[in-house]
């Protein structure tokens, strides 16, 4: 696997992939301090294509309005690291994608805070046949590790959510 030298394993995947097959349904990302991890764990079990849309990566908060669709209001008030932020890429990536589901992710790596925002703050959103929802996880460690654990945090939520 392509993530597991860099100390990134999901086993939990190939259930993912294999439940959204037999639902007949699709997802897609809107990743910022992931990166395109999560679509990278995604697709990192055969068979994916049947049901993994594709992934918009916005790491630049300008992108995260011009390719995700996230309100400009929203992101001038608030920032690019906020739990609505995190709802909006998670609806744009669906509707970009046109997929079932969207999985969006914004946060703080580190080391460093931004925009007033704590490192290992991750705001993950998920947007379904129910709505958007969004649940936020403070996460330690390094830069790294805070990334590895984001992924594996919005994986098992969506799994979750797919039950």
Same mark, same amino acid.
């Given at each position: ?7 990134l ?32 764990? @995604?697709? !990192? ?6 049901? %993994?849309?594709?992934? $918009?990566? /916005?790491? &630049?908060?300008?992108?995260? +309005?011009?390719?995700?669709g996230?309100?400009?209001?929203? @992101?001038? !008030? ?6 609505? %932020?995190?709802?909006? $890429?998670? /609806?744009? &990536?669906?509707?970009?994608? +046109? ?5 969006g ?8 805070p931004q ?46 959510l797919?039950?």
């Open positions: 696997m392509i993530l597991e030298p860099l100390g394993a999901f086993p939990q995947v190939a259930g993912l992939i294999t439940t959204l097959r037999e639902r007949g349904e699709s997802v897609a990302t809107a990743e910022s301090l992931t990166a395109g991890l999560v679509a990278a764990a @995604l697709t !990192e079990v055969p068979g994916a294509s049947a049901v %993994v849309r594709g992934g $918009l990566v /916005v790491y &630049a908060t300008d992108l995260k +309005e011009r390719l995700a996230v309100d400009p209001e929203l @992101l001038a !008030e608030h920032g690019a690291v906020h739990p609505d %932020v995190a709802a909006q $890429l998670a /609806v744009g &990536a669906s509707r970009r994608c +046109e997929a079932d589901w969207g999985i992710l914004t946060g703080v790596a580190g080391p460093d925009d007033g925002v704590a490192p290992g703050t991750v705001h993950l959103g998920f947007s379904g046949p129910q709505g958007a929802q969004v649940q936020t996880e403070v996460l330690d460690g390094d830069r790294h590790a805070v990334r590895a654990a984001a992924v594996r945090v919005a994986l098992e939520h969506f799994a979750t797919l039950r």
